[in-house]
């Protein structure tokens, strides 16, 4: 939630650009582009130009604050920062648009996360006598740092030591999760920065440095990075780049280079970043699956720095996740608990916390998350790591903070997911996670390697699959488009097919605004089978009739049922499954594959499905409303 960019280049030479080549306010421009499916409630920027901040907002879209600069032009300046904003406090307007300027319009301040102790602290600069203009808990947190500011000796330092003390301080004060950035026009070329539970990483240029809520904030400058840790300080300059704790002891982050750079974050050619991410899934899946394996199958995940001794112990699998990182968590479990014998339940994380879990030493937490930074997720690891249990990350974003707080990490290599609605994410988590649950079959002898090796050899054959279901698109997207006035959809699934129907009635939702539901087949006859009326489409996820017969054949009574009373019926079924054409208005076939398996296949025409109905609709698919990609409160 919310995107937030920092810069601090070289002084211009010539007036017109900074030695290092970049205007602070195209390099926050591009930064936020690129950031803004983070949030797109508003935007703004503010840069210190001629001893003063120079400050433009704008409530909606990225596209209203450039019209808004393009009619009052900012100066030219080396320093900035920008914001783009999902909203929590305050609704969606210029007035609640950050930056928040203060301190008689000499301090500007920018606020990705919640402060929860903004009610008091707002209470007693009330008292102080100041005033506020928005709703925001950020304007608290930027007029606390501008009282504390003030408070301290004057120092007009380019390095802004005076501004970097004033943060370390104002963020002893906060409680919640922030991300706070500030420029100040006494320090023209510093901006400070601190982080508690939000994420914040540096960008490392030549002559100039950067701050981003992550890497594509400054992907078109450099690929050097620096992850932060918790309650850290940090203030850039051109030239340099200070880390400290919040109680201003020399600190140190984590440096790296970033695996992709600006060309993977672009469309490609497509018209939207959805539709280039679905088709980016056969690369997603054969990344993931890239390296992990030798000759003879045998497993080498080399981010696993849990002893094999400790793993053999386990008793108890928890997969925590929201949203569709959740039902790739619940497909993974049924190939975890198949494959190693391991008891595993799959929880949201934001209900794991609250019901008192049985957690201890012997349980393994898998955390599930493209973007590392969802805030349920990393607070029930942080509980779970609190109770004793290990805690491993299948995660798409190196440096962020869910796998930095793990016991070990798999990282799934997708690469940057822009859309808000995951598509590539979803299919490599799954990859991600049966790899781990092969590994640990393979450790726990529950597998012999022979089997490992043939489920690896089925996973290789995965992508050309994937490839195949995406060249034979137009049959489902021409259904689609026919259906752009149904107002609900039903999906059905069993077995690793039920997450699968959950995941594309989820795709629908978000990206259609349709009602969409998704149902394991064999519960519909206990409620949900009232809901079926004359016409109601309903799309079936159909298992391969080569795997258990009675679960294919179980499906193909339940599309009976409800086709007997009234249901427009639409089915994903495996190629060569005569026996459903006959139950079916529309089948759509995917190759053949194991069951478990299947989802990867079975997900992608859903995918297609929800998106080309959602551009039929005429809606942004990349950025839905009220969403955000990374869900970075609680
Ligand atoms: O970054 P994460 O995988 O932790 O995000 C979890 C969910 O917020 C995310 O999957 C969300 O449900 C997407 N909008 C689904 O398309």
Known sequence: MCGIVGYAGTAPANGTSTAAGHQALDVLMEGLRRLEYRGYDSAGVAVVANGEIAMRKKAGKLANLTAELAASPLP??????????????????????????????????????????YAPLK?????????????????????????????????????????????????????????????????????????????????????????????????????????????????????????????????????????????AAEKDGFPSFMEKEIHDQPEAVAQTLLGRSDIDGKLTLDEMRIDADVLKTVNKIIVLACGTSAYAGQVAKYAIEHWCRIPTEVELSHEFRYRDPIVDDKTLIVSLSQSGETMDTLMAVRYAREQGAKTVAICNTNGSTIPRESDAVLYTHAGPEIAVASTKAFL??????????????????????????????????????????????????????????????????????????????????????IHAEGFAAGELKHGPIALIEEGQPVIVVVPSPRGRDSLHSKVVSNIQEVRARGAKTIVIAEEGDESVRAHAEHVFYIPETTTLLAPLLATVPLQIFACELAMAKGYDVDQPRNLAKSVTVE
Not at 186 to 195: E, L, Q, Y
Not at 440 to 462: E, S, T, W, Y
Not at 475 to 500: N, Y
């Open 76 to 117: 030219d300046s080396m320093t900035g920062i920008g914001h783009t904003r999902w909203a929590t406090h305050g609704g969606p307007t210029d007035k609640n648009a950050h930056p928040h300027v203060v301190d008689d319009g000499r301090l500007a301040v920018i606020h990705n996360g919640i402060i929860e102790n």
């Open 123 to 263: 209470a007693e600069l009330v008292y102080q006598g100041h005033t506020f203009i928005s709703d925001t808990d950020t304007e608290v947190a930027a007029v606390l740092l501008g009282e504390i500011y003030r408070s301290l000796p004057a120092d007009e330092s380019a390095d802004g030591a005076r501004l970097t003390r004033a943060m370390q301080l104002a963020s002893q004060r906060l409680e919640g999760a922030f991300t706070l950035l500030a420029a100040h026009a006494a320090h023209p070329g510093t901006v400070v920065a601190s982080r508690r539970n939000s994420p914040l990483v540096v960008g490392l240029g030549d002559g100039e440095n950067f701050l981003g809520s992550d890497v594509s904030g400054f992907i078109d400058y450099t690929r050097r990075a620096v992850e932060l840790g918790q309650d850290q300080v940090v203030t850039i300059t051109a030239a340099t780049v200070a880390i400290t704790d919040f109680r201003g002891e020399p600190a140190e982050g984590r440096e790296y280079l970033v695996d992709w750079d600006a060309a």
């Open 428 to 513: 490599a988590q799954i990859t991600a996670a049966y790899l781990l649950g092969l590994y640990l079959a393979q450790l726990r002898g529950n597998l012999f390697q022979g089997q490992i090796k043939d489920v690896l050899a089925d996973l290789a054959k995965v992508p050309a699959k994937i490839a195949q279901v995406l060249e034979n698109d137009q049959q489902i997207k021409d259904l689609a488009r026919s259906m752009a006035d149904t107002s609900s959809v039903l999906f059905l699934g069993r077995h690793v097919g039920f997450p699968v129907a959950m995941e594309g009635a989820l795709k629908l939702k978000e990206l259609a605004y």
